[in-house]
């Protein structure tokens, strides 16, 4: 059973940079599509980033692109969500999935594996 754990979150201000961590164990992420999603409060967990397994293909939702970047190191079992220029509207709790096949994938019932979640705040 792969367990993953998110690290990297934190209180940050407005225009600051966060790195997130993806820690896998239990199992190898090597051919998993891996996914962060994120919840605000009183919303929906909504996918704001995904990459295929070797890292050919990635997506982007239109509220982060061009200030997230998801990666994925396999030697390491882990991915990772660069985010800069974050702003208020950021603040959720910032969750890791891994799917169980090679396909990037954007729909949270298609993800197998989550995180507990790591709370990103940004103040103004």
């Known amino acids: 059973q792969i367990q993953l754990r998110e690290s990297g979150g934190g209180l940050v201000q407005a225009g600051e940079s966060l790195r997130l961590s993806c820690a896998g164990s239990?199992?190898?992420?090597?051919?998993?599509?891996m996914g962060w999603f994120r919840q605000a409060p009183g919303q929906d967990r909504e996918c704001i980033a995904a990459?295929?397994?070797?890292?050919?293909?990635?997506y982007y939702n239109d509220a982060v692109k061009g200030r997230f970047t998801i990666s994925k190191e396999n030697a390491k079992n882990a991915a990772y969500l660069q985010m800069n220029s974050l702003k208020p509207e950021d603040t959720a709790v910032y969750f890791c999935?891994?799917?169980?096949?090679?396909?990037?994938?954007?729909?949270?019932?298609?993800?197998?594996?989550w995180g507990q979640g790591t709370q990103v705040t940004v103040s103004s």
């Open positions: 999935a891994a799917s169980a096949d090679y396909f990037i994938r954007i729909k949270e019932r298609e993800y197998v594996y």
């Open positions: 239990g199992g190898n992420l090597k051919t998993s599509s």
């Open positions: 990459i295929s397994w070797n890292s050919g293909r990635t």
